[in-house]
């Protein structure tokens, strides 16, 4: 009965569009969901993000749930997501790929999910790192434990929208660092981020990932940048 007097006082809209979400609807309106771009990557292991990283590491296997388009439904999501504190999105986009994910065998050894972490100072500036709801529901779907502490930023840096590919390169190889034990040798680590454009970031956080004797890498985003 509250929820209802809320929503009807303070209705909720759509992370997408904006629009008033009905009684049945949570964060993304039906007709986001049916207007979202959806890449089908984790039908296909030699798919396009796949590709990305082919001659750069050796990736066991990689997949974003949409395609992220200039001024469409999922930038729009991603910013209310990264800036507006609605962390609401990350779980429902989680709970969404996990249902997807989990009939896909080479996700099916996964020893940890390891989100792209921010630098504690921008921790501090934004109160949350974007992809941490998104992991811990994929880390409850499909039953994987969620780490945190291997994988850290070294060194605090401005946006990296606006850098070249070899500038974002060059910066992205020195910011990263791990922290890991015997007990971590050998395993499978799901590497995630929010959206991937260049992939230099997530190439330079996997190969620190790398430096763990006989450790194997996967990559999943929540979504992909897409001319």
């Not at 629009?19 to 798919?47: A, G, M, Y």
């Not at 039953?143 to 990296?160: D, F, G, H, M, V």
């Amino acid at each position: 009965m509250w929820n209802h007097l809320l929503n009807l006082f303070f209705p909720k809209s759509c992370a997408g569009c904006h629009s008033f979400l009905l009684s049945d609807e949570l964060v993304i309106c039906t007709h986001c969901r049916h207007e979202i771009p959806l890449t089908n990557f984790h039908k296909n292991q030699e798919n396009e993000m796949f590709q990305k990283f082919y001659g750069r590491i050796p990736l066991e296997f990689g997949a974003a749930l949409f395609y992220f388009h200039k001024k469409g439904i999922v930038q729009e999501m991603m910013h209310q997501l990264k800036y507006k504190g609605h962390q609401e999105i990350g779980t429902i986009v989680g709970d969404w790929y996990a249902a997807e994910l989990k009939d896909v065998e080479p996700l099916k050894n996964i020893d940890y999910i390891i989100p792209v972490p921010l630098h504690k100072r921008r921790f501090r500036e934004r109160g949350y790192n974007q992809v941490t709801m998104f992991g811990k529901a994929l880390a409850q779907n499909l039953a994987i434990p969620y780490e945190e502490s291997i994988l850290y930023r070294k060194l605090y840096t401005k946006t990296q929208t606006k850098k070249s590919l070899l500038g974002r390169a060059e910066i992205s190889n020195t910011i990263f660092d791990i922290t890991f034990s015997e007990n971590h040798h050998g395993k499978h680590f799901l590497l995630i981020d929010d959206v991937i454009t260049t992939g230099s970031t997530l190439e330079a956080c996997s190969r620190e990932l790398l430096k763990i004797p006989n450790a194997k890498i996967s990559i999943i985003c929540m979504a992909m940048s897409h001319s």
